[in-house]
């Protein structure tokens, strides 16, 4: 009696051992869990900013894992990562979670050195089943009989390598690779009428399965005729299955066993096909149909929308700051009116058509809009096929996804001198995302690749100029890049160019060179620098890529030269004129402040003063460099 008492009894988060005593709680217990744990949610990211809607459909779901697995023997691996909050939660980050994505706090994202319970780290869609493919043949070469659980959304199943890892599955046909689809969005797979959804139904019980099994087993032990008995059963069941399923399980034809599709707030349902898929020890695909924003009813009706969040008022659901103009828009708004002027330009987007701004470019040319789904390798030879026969494909996608696409850049648009033009979108450090989404490879990837032009404006005027040099002036690979949110409203949008210009008297021995979002620190440097006495010129990169050669014979007479860059250092713009000059007659000290390994979750504000790029910071490195060296 008194252990029932104890299951009914209402229990809190912070009364449990987590997440060990998940599995002692009664469903009902539990459910009352879920919902303090969308209470929580809620309240911090209205706090923080982050992802919201994503993490509110896999409450019950994240339970479920827990509760059926044994992380961290278990492996439990989050594609993207977005999605993991209430994991964090459950795994012993309670206490730390109001730190959510903040300096020096837990991380939005799964990070191994963060906690034991997180597998992988992962900021990428995509990843989740290649992962737990290589853990599972870990695990079975180590004798060990533990799960790799990978969860992933519909939307990125859009990724070439889901489908890579999924082909690949089949070599580990032994192996205990359980695969969670979070269909949020879309069916996966559809069937027809009643029927349809009785077989479902029956195929996900547990009887089924053994019964299943039994006549597999004792056919198999009848003599000589036996095992073609058991095929010809299995081929009628696979054609029935064809034709009332409409072929529509294509998990199946790639060797996983198929479950679902089942409720993802449910946890009886839950727990019964975890159960269910641990039984075989063979590729397990779990389709789990769940509902974004779940809830919370403004994320509910605009899941899109409570994607990403910055902070937010819980009881209207409004932002806290309204969205002003940003770079985004202004990029989007611009293709838009180029567009009207020429039929060969098309935009192309990676899932990104609100956060790259081209919701106005498919609004007015639908027909000329193409979103290819998280599918960045794709979209960037797409582009190449389009460019080939005369039209002008701008592909805008965010620096860190642009990464993944460095070989189709090469191969499908480079060596084929084919004229494609990149919008880089979040250019920079983004902040509060860390490492994995930090836009600070774009330009030393780029700059490797030969004939590649890259522009970097300062501000909204300068972006517009820069999209006409790129889209019409140049005839390869172009790419403007710029950051994340709104221009400076101070005297650095009197410096446009779409090439580069000199801003001081000419008369100093110290020159600062830098470009983009950081240009704006580096006048006020300036400007508070010559009040001190100590003179510096500044050259400001519109064009930052290829180097005019007539930049270098400006520069070398200087006594020293400071460049700042929001990049990493190796392969940066600051790094190729750095040996240049000193291939030319440059006697004077170059120093230059770049991006030293991956940056961590901070405000923007917060990394680029870390990275030294902050104006208070540029001022101390001068300082230091002219005492060195005497007064500039």
Known sequence: MREKNNLEKKVTLQEL????????LSLKQCSSLCSEIRNILITTVSKTGGHLASNLGVVELTMALHRNFN?????????????????????GRLNSFSTLRRKNGISGFPKPEESIHDTFISGHSSTSVSVACGIAEAMKLQGKNNYAVAVIGDGAMTGGMFYEAMNNSLRGKNNNLIVILNDNDMSISKSVGS?????????????????????????????IMGN???????NVKDSVKYHILENSNIFEDMGFVYLGPVNGHSLVELEEIMHMAKTYHQPVMIHVKTTKGKGYPPAEDNPGEY??????DIATGNPEVSADE???TVFGKKLVEMAENDNRIVAITAAMKYGTGLQFFHSRFPERFFDVGIAEQHAVTFAGGLASMGQIPVFAVYSTFLQRSYDQLVHDVAIGKLHVVLGIDRAGVVGEDGETHQGLLDVPMLTSIKNTAIYSPSCYEELKICMNEAIYREKGLAAV??????EKNDSSCNYVTNDHILIGRGESDTLIITYGRIFSEALKAQSILCGD???????????IHPICGDIIDEIKDYRRIIFFEESMGSGSISEKIGTLLAESSFAGEYSRVTADGFIKQASVAECLDEMGLSCEKMILHIRKRSMKNGEA
């Open 17 to 24: 051992q987590l997440p060990q005593d998940l599995k002692n």
């Open 71 to 91: 992380s961290p023997e278990d492996k439990i691996i989050w594609d993207v990562g977005h999605q993991a909050y209430t994991h964090k939660i459950l795994t």
């Open 195 to 223: 029927l349809a959804k009785y077989l479902t139904s029956l195929r996900n019980t547990e009887k089924y399965l053994n019964t299943k099994r039994a006549v597999e087993r004792g056919l198999e032990k009848i003599p």
């Open 228 to 234: 073609s008995m058991a095929k010809s059963i299995k």
């Open 307 to 312: 994607h990403g969040i910055s902070k937010f």
């Open 326 to 328: 940003c770079y985004s």
């Open 481 to 486: 890049r710029y950051p994340r949110g709104s």
């Open 533 to 543: 006495g100590i003179n510096c010129d500044l050259l400001k990169l519109t064009k």
